[in-house]
């Protein structure tokens, strides 16, 4: 099981930027997928970015493409989420999580998630 701390959520206004980081206690190279997930309330929680840590492909959601992108730190065992031109409707709790291949931005395609990082973005 892979431990998760996110970190790096706040308060910020419409087309502001933020970075969350999630620390990982450990990173299985060979098979390793980890990706950004978020939930507001009453919606189903929805994949935004994922990395794959072995050979750095990334994916993102059709809404956030051109505005964030992910990245990693393997010696500090972090991944990054860079959010650029944030919106309103993009408050949310943001969600880490580590998962086998295949990388995807299905939540069942994850088993191991952190206790999230809250993001507010005001107009």
């Known amino acids: 099981q892979v431990q998760l701390e996110e970190s790096g959520g706040g308060s910020v206004q419409n087309g502001g930027s933020l970075r969350l980081s999630c620390a990982a206690s450990e990173f299985t190279f060979s098979r390793m997928c980890l990706a950004w997930f978020r939930q507001s309330p009453g919606k189903e929680r929805e994949g935004v970015a994922h990395?794959?840590?072995?050979?750095?492909?990334?994916s993102y959601a059709d809404s956030v493409k051109g505005r964030f992108t992910i990245t990693q730190d393997r010696a500090k065992k972090t991944v990054y989420l860079q959010m650029n031109s944030l919106r309103p409707e993009e408050s949310a709790m943001y969600y880490c999580?580590?998962?086998?291949?295949?990388?995807?931005?299905?939540?069942?395609?994850?088993?191991?998630w952190g206790q999230g990082t809250q993001v507010t973005v005001s107009s």
């Open positions: 999580a580590a998962g086998p291949l295949p990388c995807s931005l299905r939540v069942d395609g994850y088993r191991d």
């Open positions: 990395i794959f840590i072995a050979g750095g492909g990334t």
